[in-house]
C-alpha cells in the first residue's frame, strides 16, 4: 500500500468508524463482487387535501391502540431521520447558503413515488407468540398462538396470514439455528401468503448460520415488520467457511412477486435483503438495512436483486416490475475479497445494486426511488450489466469510502448498462469522488450535485450546501430532510423536489 492510499484509508477510517474499526481495516484483507414512453416526472403523484395543500398518494393512518392493522392498510413506515438515541455530529458540512433556513425541516416526507400498494386480506389467519405461546395450541387466535416461528411456518396454507407477536425467533430447523424456509406457496393477485408482525409488536430473528428466511418456488408472498439480526458478525470475520459466506437477512429466490417491508436488517455476513436467479417482480419497501455484506467472499450489498429472469409476464400496471423505495441503508461494506470478476477483489458494499439481469435478456423495468443511502463502502447505487432501470428522487452522502474498490467510486453507477434514467437524485459525494459514473448511454438529468459535476453531462444543479437538516454519517444524528429555502425544493422535473423527501 503506497504512503498516500495508507493515509487516504487512516483518515477515512477514523472520520467514520472510530479507532478500534481503524486498526481493524489496516490489517484485515477487504472484500466483494432508450428511453421508454415515460417521463420522470411522470412518476411522482401529488394529490391535494381537502385543504388543498400536497400530500404524496401513498400518505396512510396507522391504527390507533395497537389494533390489528386492516388488510387494505399500508404497514406504519419506520421512522425517517435520525435513530431516537445519540446527538448531533460534529462532522463537517458545506458552507450553507445564504437563502437557507436551517432552523425547520420543510413539510417533506420520504415516501415511495407510486401509487399505494396493498396485499389482500388472506383467507385464514394464525399467530405465533414467542414469548406466552405453546406449539400445542390452535395457533388461531392471539391467545391459542403457537410459540414457534418453525411452527407457524410449517402450518401455512397458501393465503394465510401469520401474525407473529414478540420474541427472539432462533430455533434449529434442520441443523440451523435461525433458518426458515418458504417453499412452494404459489398464490395469485388476490391470494397472498402473508409473514407480519401483529401491529405494535416487533419480532426478531436472530441468524447465526445460513439464511435468516428464505421464500423460493412460491409466488405472492408477503413479509414485514420484523427485524432480522446476524448475531456475532459485526466486528471479526467468522472462522466457519459456511457461517462466513452465506448469511443473508431475507432471500427471494425461483418465484415471483415477492414484498419485503417494514423490516429493520443488520449485521449480516452476505446482504441484507437480496433476490433474483429465475425471479423477477419484487417489491423491497420502507427497511432500514445496515452493517451486511462484510464477511462473504461472495460479495453482497444491503440489497441486492440479482440475474433477474422474465418470469410471470411484463411489468405490471405501473409500468414496472421492481420497485425499490423508501429503503435507509447505510454501513454496508466489504471487508473479504470476492473470486466473482476472475481474480480477487473487493467488488460491492453496495446499498443498492441491480446486477447482471442482461445475462437473460431481462424485459422488466425496476424502479428506485426515495431511498436514502449515506456511508456505505461501496456505492450508494449501482447498475451493472443490467437495463430498464430508473433511479430517481433518492438522497445519498459519502459513500464509496472503500478506497481499494473495484470497479468505479462514485454516488451512483451504472456502467455496461443500458436504458438507465438518473434524475430527481441529491447527490453528495465524499472527497473529491464523483456524483455519478458510467461508461454507457445513460440519461441524467434534474439532479442536484454537491460539490463538483466532475464532467457528468445533462441538465444538473451544481450547489455547495442542500440545504438538510444534518448531514452525518452517524445513524443517530443523520437527517436529510430538505429545510425552509433548501435549494432541493421545487428543483425537479415539473417543480417537484430532489432527493428521497417529498412535498
Given amino acids: 500500500m503506497s504512503l498516500f492510499r495508507l493515509i487516504e484509508s487512516s483518515w477515512r477510517g477514523f472520520r467514520h468508524f472510530g479507532v478500534l474499526l481503524l486498526i481493524a481495516a489496516l490489517v484485515a484483507t477487504a472484500c466483494s463482487s432508450s428511453d421508454s414512453d415515460l417521463n420522470a416526472g411522470e412518476v411522482i403523484e401529488i394529490e391535494k387535501d381537502e385543504a388543498g395543500n400536497d400530500t404524496p398518494r401513498n400518505a396512510v393512518s396507522v391504527p390507533s391502540g395497537g389494533g390489528r392493522l386492516d388488510a387494505n392498510v399500508?404497514?406504519?413506515?419506520?421512522?425517517?431521520?435520525p435513530l431516537p438515541s445519540g446527538d448531533d455530529s460534529d462532522d463537517e458540512t458545506s458552507e450553507a447558503s445564504e437563502d437557507v433556513d436551517g432552523t425547520q425541516p420543510a413539510a417533506v416526507d420520504q415516501s415511495g413515488v407510486t401509487a399505494d400498494f396493498n396485499t389482500p386480506s388472506g383467507s385464514s389467519e394464525r399467530y405465533v407468540d414467542g414469548v406466552n405461546g405453546d406449539d400445542n395450541a390452535s395457533g388461531a387466535s392471539e391467545a391459542e398462538a403457537w410459540r414457534t416461528l418453525g411452527k407457524g411456518i410449517a402450518s401455512l396454507e397458501v393465503g394465510m396470514t401469520l401474525w407473529v407477536m414478540d420474541g427472539t425467533y432462533n430455533e434449529h430447523l434442520g441443523g440451523r439455528q435461525g433458518h426458515y424456509v418458504v417453499n412452494g406457496?404459489?398464490?395469485?393477485?388476490?391470494?397472498?401468503?402473508?409473514?407480519?408482525?401483529?401491529?405494535?409488536?416487533?419480532?426478531?430473528?436472530?441468524v447465526t448460520k445460513a439464511t435468516g428466511i428464505e421464500f423460493k418456488d412460491s409466488s405472492y408472498v408477503e413479509f414485514g415488520g420484523f427485524e432480522i439480526a446476524g448475531v456475532g458478525f459485526d466486528e471479526s470475520s467468522p472462522t466457519d467457511e459456511e457461517q462466513r459466506r452465506k448469511p443473508r437477512g431475507v432471500l427471494g429466490v425461483d418465484g415471483h412477486h415477492f414484498y419485503f417491508h417494514d423490516l429493520e436488517v443488520h449485521g449480516l455476513p452476505h446482504s441484507g435483503i437480496a433476490g433474483g436467479e429465475n425471479s423477477s417482480h419484487f417489491r423491497i419497501e420502507n427497511n432500514r438495512v445496515y452493517d451486511n455484506a462484510l464477511w462473504s467472499d461472495e460479495g453482497g450489498s444491503g440489497i441486492s436483486l440479482w440475474r433477474l429472469n422474465n418470469v410471470a409476464g411484463g411489468d405490471d400496471s405501473g409500468g414496472y416490475s421492481n420497485y425499490i423505495i423508501g429503503n435507509t441503508l447505510y454501513r454496508n461494506e466489504n471487508r473479504e475479497k470476492c473470486g466473482c470478476?476472475?481474480?480477487?477483489?473487493?467488488?460491492?458494499?453496495n446499498g443498492i445494486i441491480i446486477d447482471d439481469s442482461l445475462l437473460n435478456d431481462y424485459q422488466g423495468r425496476t424502479l428506485i426511488a426515495s431511498n436514502v443511502a449515506y456511508n456505505n463502502g461501496g456505492r450508494a447505487i449501482n447498475v451493472h450489466k443490467s437495463s430498464r432501470v430508473d433511479i430517481f428522487n433518492n438522497t445519498t452522502y459519502e459513500n464509496s469510502f472503500t478506497s481499494d474498490l473495484d470497479g468505479p467510486r462514485a454516488e451512483l453507477a451504472a456502467y455496461n448498462s443500458w436504458d438507465v434514467r438518473i434524475q430527481n437524485n441529491l447527490l453528495w459525494p465524499m472527497n473529491d469522488l464523483p456524483p455519478v459514473y458510467t461508461n454507457s448511454e445513460i440519461e441524467i438529468s434534474s439532479n442536484l450535485f454537491v460539490g463538483s459535476e466532475d464532467g457528468v453531462e445533462g441538465a444538473n444543479t451544481l450547489v455547495s450546501d442542500p440545504g438538510v437538516v444534518s448531514p452525518s454519517t452517524d445513524p443517530a444524528s443523520a437527517d436529510f430532510r430538505p429545510v425552509n429555502g433548501s435549494p432541493a425544493l421545487g428543483a425537479g422535473t415539473e417543480g417537484r423536489t430532489v432527493g428521497a423527501y417529498q412535498q
Fill in 74 to 81: 399500508v404497514p406504519p413506515k419506520l421512522e425517517p431521520g
Fill in 185 to 206: 406457496f404459489n398464490g395469485g393477485p388476490e391470494q397472498w401468503t402473508r409473514i407480519l408482525a401483529l401491529p405494535g409488536h416487533r419480532p426478531r430473528i436472530e
Fill in 341 to 349: 470478476v476472475g481474480f480477487r477483489a473487493i467488488t460491492d458494499g
